[in-house]
T-cell receptor, first 115, second 114 residues
């Protein structure tokens, strides 16, 4: 059963702690993405990766970091430098440059609450 | 630069009534357009997409959208609303120059009244 998994579904952290959100896909997609969703603001791109061992900043990368060591995995670290980290985080993937299709497939999301 | 405007952050319809969710886009080259649906605390699910070819696109759950280049619009419609259609809907755009990055609208929350 192909798809994207994100874990955990809910995550609680104290202010000042770094936290890593997991994203795994078994769709054999080249490209992966991280979005942040806040009420009334749609989805904002944090980081994206079009190929293993390479990634680019999106529109709101400050306070976040990523790695792409394996094709199927794209973890996101929310660092203590992120001023307002409480949000719903969505991971997505697409066939990328190897395909002609531009649609992205989304995971179920992780809701992060920092207090 | 690309952008998407969804008119109306909230839309309310009666069960059985027409659903119309509006989306206007800005793109310097021919766009690829998408509609996604999101149920509470879940990820986004692709409803339909326009890339090339026929401008009237049919999607899942009885939804369809029409690409109108002259109006730079890609409105989403469904002839008869069902209670299960209550969700948030996002329009998104990309193009060949922008690669695989999607630009999303702010979303429209659809409420269906019984």
């Amino acid at each position: 059963d192909g798809g994207i998994t994100q874990s955990p579904k809910y995550l609680f952290r104290k202010e000042g702690q770094n936290v890593t959100l997991s994203c795994e896909q078994n769709l054999n997609h080249d490209a992966m993405y991280w979005y942040r969703q806040d009420p009334g603001q749609g989805l904002r791109l944090i980081y994206y990766s079009q190929i293993v061992n390479d990634f680019q900043k999106g529109d709101i990368a400050e306070g976040y970091s990523v790695s792409r060591e394996k094709k199927e995995s794209f973890p996101l670290t929310v660092t203590s430098a992120q001023k307002n980290p409480t949000a719903f985080y969505l991971c997505a993937s697409s066939s990328g440059a190897s395909g002609n299709s531009y649609e992205q497939y989304f995971g179920p999301g992780t809701r992060l609450t920092v207090t | 630069a690309q952008s998407v405007t969804q008119l109306g952050s909230h839309v309310s319809v009666s069960e059985g009534a027409l659903v119309l969710l509006r989306c206007n886009y800005s793109s310097s080259v021919p766009p690829y357009l998408f509609w996604y649906v999101q149920y509470p605390n879940q990820g986004l699910q692709l409803l339909l997409k326009y890339t090339t070819g026929a401008t009237l696109v049919k999607g899942i759950n009885g939804f369809e959208a029409e690409f109108k280049k002259s109006e730079t619009s890609f409105h989403l419609t469904k002839p008869s609303a069902h209670m299960s259609d209550a969700a948030e809907y996002f329009c998104a755009v990309t193009n060949m120059e922008y690669g695989n990055k999607l630009v999303f609208g702010a979303g429209t929350i659809l409420r269906v009244k019984s």
